[in-house]
């Protein structure tokens, strides 16, 4: 399993409005400044986020983006699978979420099946067990370089 840039982008981007919590909203322009990331594809990224209320948008000249809670309330399997689907590392587990067409015709007899499970219930729970908060208080003091407020 390999999480895409739209799942890892998406971290970046909300740690970043995270560092800025609690001050209004942020422009895409200073998270893309702040983070290394494209702007463009940043704003692709929000749609879902801002959807699944993650994140909350204010238009106008001093708009941006926020997160709609707070950092401790915001895990990263939470991001992960609102941009990038449900987490697996095999396609006939994608079946059971309901994100793939079919069930595998072996599933029920597969002897690998349950090692699958496990793992994809291991990752799901270290990334559920990990708040942006957790991010913040790990960041051993990395300076921002982003935009000013």
């Given at each position: 399993m390999k999480i895409s840039t739209k799942g890892r982008y998406s971290?970046?981007?909300?740690?970043?409005l995270a560092q800025r919590y609690g001050e209004g909203p942020v422009s895409l322009k200073c998270v893309a400044q702040g983070q290394g990331l494209s702007e463009n594809y940043l704003e692709q990224l929000m749609v879902p986020l801002r959807r699944a209320g993650i994140v909350q948008s204010i238009r106008g000249a001093q708009g941006g983006y926020m997160l709609a809670k707070s950092?401790?309330?915001?895990?990263?399997?939470?991001?992960?699978?609102?941009?990038?689907?449900?987490?697996a590392v095999v396609d006939c587990l994608l079946a059971e979420a309901g994100a793939a067409e079919q069930m595998c015709d072996k599933a029920c007899a597969c002897v690998t099946r349950g090692i699958w499970e496990k793992v994809c219930d291991s990752i799901s729970q270290v990334l559920e067990s990990i708040t942006l908060q957790t991010l913040l208080d790990n960041d051993d003091g990395k300076e921002n370089i982003g935009c000013a407020r």
């Open positions: 971290v970046t981007a909300l740690y970043e950092p401790a309330e915001i895990t990263i399997g939470s991001i992960i699978t609102t941009v990038e689907g449900p987490i």
